[in-house]
């Protein structure tokens, strides 16, 4: 049974769209300054709905209808984040239902500004991080930007997270939900995880590209290279002589004078012959054509052969062969390494050691492109409380991983789990690896025992679940032969 999440503890926004509406969400009206016409509108559908195969009845979540469309959906937080002394959590599902062949499932924080106007959202709107799952052609990414803000001259620049070491391709073609979770601390360290497991992790000061702070001391610019600067670690040893037996003309193959033309070489058959049973097409014009020749086939009599036509001695590599001569290479003396600017201090150098502080957001945006359509959000979360967030992922995401893992063992095995400590049970040695002669003598007991299997069923419990042995008779009939064996031995 679906029960939609209830946010608990401190949050900034919580969204799980089991209310069946888009309340709270606005569409973009807007359009691309930088597109064909035809393409520069914000008009890709949206809905919520349940997922096309859906493991649990009740359970709605945002999907993108359109392929090949601009889309563009966001809402208000409860109020603005400001990164102060509290990390910073945001995370939320993706299902790829049709899998996806090029196009982003990522989130925008938008940038709180007076002119924040949702209305108009597009691409060129001011976001602070932007985080979640792109995809195109074979390129799998896991997006983790966030825009820094130059404390000398104002302007922002994006910082992008190191590329993920984990393979990301599961992600995007298993058809299942994922959980996407960024956790950014107030230390300046940060975490990406996929399904609650760490994917990347690192520092904001030492592993984004490009870095926060600019190098101390860059070359100089108006510094050049001296004409008569020697960069030639090698040069040709000037005193050196060619030797006077070189000879450059000799050629670097010569005829092997041993060797002997084999027995039996047919030095007037040629190798290819006229085909006899060939015959000129009757519409062969000689004036257009030209002469009509048989087409060449391989002579039959070089079959048995060693060879055919003028025998030639092959040819070996010559022993006196010496090539053009070049004088040696010495150390050259004069030689003053690989010239390189002076260094000199760099006029943009700034030092920010809080990175974390970036600019507050107030609302959570979609803003896709997207070739293949049916791509489904759900149980959005921003917080500051690590417990909080993981509350709201285990009765959520936690719930589609049970009920997921379930439908993947089978019609066969109805235990009647529930919640994810059921789905360890129903993972479990004993529904894997069935013992064939227990499950002969489990039939057996089904077919003879099968009146009293309610009665029984009711005094037995698997970690307190209560069986319905009206559909568990198999597992019932596994559990009474378990406690028999038990008690006579």
Not at 148 to 155: A, Q, R
Not at 386 to 397: H, I, K, Q, V
Request: charged share 30%; proline share 8%; glycine share 6%.
């Amino acid at each position: 049974m679906y029960k939609a999440p209830e946010p608990m503890g401190e949050h900034f926004f919580a969204e799980s769209f089991d209310r069946g509406t888009m309340d709270g969400w606005v569409l973009s009206r807007a359009k691309k300054d930088d597109a064909d016409e035809e393409i520069a509108k914000y008009d890709g559908k949206w809905a919520v709905e349940e997922m096309k195969d859906s493991k649990l009845p009740g359970d709605m979540g945002l999907v993108l209808k359109s392929r090949a469309k601009h889309h563009a959906i966001s809402s208000l937080l409860l109020r603005p984040f400001t990164f102060e002394d509290k990390p910073l959590i945001v995370q939320y599902e993706v299902n790829f239902q049709s899998g996806i062949d090029c196009g982003g499932a990522y989130v925008k924080l938008l940038t709180q500004t007076p002119d924040l106007d949702l209305n108009q959202f597009v691409d060129k709107t001011s976001y602070t991080i932007m985080f979640g799952p792109d995809k195109c052609g074979e390129d799998y990414k896991l997006h983790f930007i966030f825009r820094h803000k130059n404390p000398k001259t104002g302007e922002f620049e994006e910082k992008h997270a190191k590329k993920p070491d984990a393979d990301l391709r599961t992600y995007y073609t298993d058809k299942k939900t994922h959980l996407y979770t960024l956790v950014l601390n107030p230390d300046n360290s940060f975490e990406v995880l996929v399904d609650q497991t760490v994917v990347n992790s690192g520092n904001l000061l030492t592993d984004m590209t490009p870095p926060v702070n600019p190098p101390a001391e860059i070359e100089d610019p108006d510094d050049h290279k001296p004409e008569d600067w020697d960069e030639r670690a090698k040069i040709q040893d000037p005193d050196a002589v060619k030797p006077e037996d070189w000879d450059e003309d000799a050629p670097a193959q010569i005829a092997d004078e041993d060797a002997v033309k084999p027995d039996g070489w047919l030095d007037d058959e040629p190798e290819y012959i006229g085909d006899p049973e060939a015959a000129k097409p009757e519409d062969w014009d000689e004036d257009m054509d030209g002469e009509w020749e048989a087409p060449q086939i391989p002579n039959p009599a070089c079959e048995t052969a060693p060879g055919c036509g003028v025998w030639k001695r092959p040819m070996i590599d010559n022993p006196n062969y010496k090539g053009k001569w070049k004088p040696p290479m010495i150390d050259n003396p004069n030689y003053q390494g690989v010239w390189k600017p002076r260094k000199i201090p760099n006029p943009a150098f700034f030092e920010d050691l809080h990175p974390f502080k970036m600019t507050p957001f107030s609302a959570v945006g979609l803003e896709l492109w997207s070739m293949t359509s049916d791509i489904f959000f759900d149980n959005f979360f921003i917080t500051n409380d690590r417990n909080t967030a993981d509350r709201w992922a285990n009765d959520g995401w936690g719930l589609k991983k049970a009920a997921e893992g379930a439908a993947e063992v089978g019609s066969g095995s109805h235990i009647g789990l529930k919640g994810t400590e059921d789905l360890k049970i129903q993972n479990s040695e004993w529904e894997r690896r069935w013992n064939v002669n227990v499950f002969i003598v489990c039939m057996r007991v089904c077919v003879t025992a099968q009146s009293g299997l309610s009665d029984l069923c009711v005094k037995f419990e698997l970690r307190k679940q209560r069986l319905d042995c009206s559909t568990d008779r198999l597992f019932c009939s596994w559990l009474i032969l378990k406690n028999l064996m038990l008690f006579f031995f």
